[in-house]
């Protein structure tokens, strides 16, 4: 029974070094889930926040991925021990979300001290965000990106699904500011895991001239990168033209109970988790460069869905739970094998750089998004808007198609044929260092 149940253990998670990796992240992801509905149910039901107070909580919250990116991925590359830089990252965002609940306690809790730990914990997850390539390239050869990365996401999808039920259930019975000492716990426990990994960090770069722009400068250079970043830039754009309006149209214009809308947005989690387990057999049946374009149609496709829904309100939630689930499990498989083909491509100097430089790209599209559907909103009505978000989204394809990404087959840096999803890992070879723990690292 026992040697049945490991059987079904993903390869990768008996790896004692990325099985300890992925636990951090996975507690991580469903406390980023629970802060996501405590932060601002704290603004609104302890502080009394209007509007005005709850869009200076989220620009607090976007901010410094925003500015903070380039900067951070320069100093980032140029250090030698990125991973105690994360542990230290998830120790200081514990301890800014644990001083709500204490100032709470204190009765001293205010609006001006959520709007820092919101820019705070922001800035120091553009930080450790910017490390984490550089951790999970040390642990895994590129044949194994996917996998990782599948397994990375699937967390990701499981913490949508279960995230916000645990947070509401946490809001409800310890209140909003408590409730974020659950969150201060996963990071507590994402350093824990952290500092019991052992692996050889690429050397930091030396320090030179263009620090700040040389990221950006590779990026823009590189054929296969900019249209990556050109299609994912399209996407956040009109995707979130979509997601500010979303809500309102289904309450308002096809009359969506907030259960109803629960039931379809758990749809999408429900997508996105099978799309994270189906996202490995994909990229070896088709290539990587044909999963991405693929990944990219159908994230964008299944939503000309939500503004087609009209009728009968059995067809109307079929049609949403429909778009959710698809364009979910679309999303799963561009963020994994895009995600593998960047960390395959960028050179190890430039990294964090690179990649610092890509996140200021496309998370500058969010608010521009955000702000175009809140005019086309007002001037032409919701359904209007929905399919111009729709519509424009599906676009992102046109960047990638004449690029040299659909006919990538294998992660640069592979073998032509790398180990299928359940095959044994290659023994190590000449040279490799082999941790205490058993643990393989190049």
Known sequence: MKAGLSARVPLLLRETAFRRFWAGQTASLIGDQISLIAVPLTAVLVLGAGAAEMGWLKTAELLPALLLNIPAGSWAD????????????????????????????????????????????????????????TLFVALLPAERFVQGNSLLNGSRSLSWLTGPSIGGLLVQTLTAPVALLVDGLTYLASAGCLARIRSEEPAPAPPGKGQFTEGMRWMLKDRSMRAVTAASGTVQFFNFMFHTLFVLYATTELGLSPGVLGAVLGAGAVGGLLGAVCTTRVVGRFGIGPSIVAGFAGFTLPLLLIPLAQGPRPLVVGMLVAGEFLSCAGVMLTDIAASSLQLAMIPEAIRSRVLGACRTLNHGFRPLGAMTAGALGTAIGLRPTLWMATAGAVLSVVWLLPSPVPRIRTLPGAPAHGPAADSPPAAPEPGTEVSPAGDRRA
């Open 78 to 133: 140029r250090r030698p021990d990125r991973r105690r830089i994360m542990i230290a990252t998830d120790l200081a965002r514990a301890a800014l979300l644990v001083s709500l609940p204490l100032a709470y306690a204190l009765d001293a809790l205010s609006l001006v001290q959520l709007y820092v730990v919101a820019f705070g914990v922001g800035a120091l997850t553009v930080l450790f965000e910017v490390c984490h390539a």
